[in-house]
């Protein structure tokens, strides 16, 4: 919820920008994340993104007793060994994320 109100008070401040003739310029950072836990299974395959077949790693962590998975592009299982601990951080992107990291131990 605060989520959307905060992008509906950007909007509206854009707008009225916009409408005031005033030259404006939007910066920001592309949001990056992190990822670790034991890995327990890790499966390629592909998707169609803007009409190109893309290349995915399905990495499924374990950490806690809990699981989580995480999309990365392109075919990454060598950086993803069974059973070992991993920490990946990542630039996320609409179809998967993009490794900037990984360390395994």
Do not use: H, W, Y
């Amino acid at each position: 919820m605060k989520r959307l109100l905060s992008l509906t008070l950007v909007f509206a401040l854009l707008v009225s920008l916009c409408g005031c003739g005033s030259k404006f310029f939007v910066r920001g950072a592309i949001n990056t994340g992190g990822i670790s836990g034991t890995v327990s299974m890790v499966e390629i395959t592909t998707v169609i993104e803007n009409g190109s077949i893309v290349t995915i790693t399905l990495v499924t962590f374990l950490q806690g007793g809990m699981s989580s998975s995480m999309n990365f592009c392109g075919d990454q299982q060598v950086l993803f060994p069974l059973d070992q601990f991993v920490r990946a951080s990542f630039t996320a992107t609409p179809a998967c994320a993009s490794i900037v990291q990984v360390v395994v131990g």
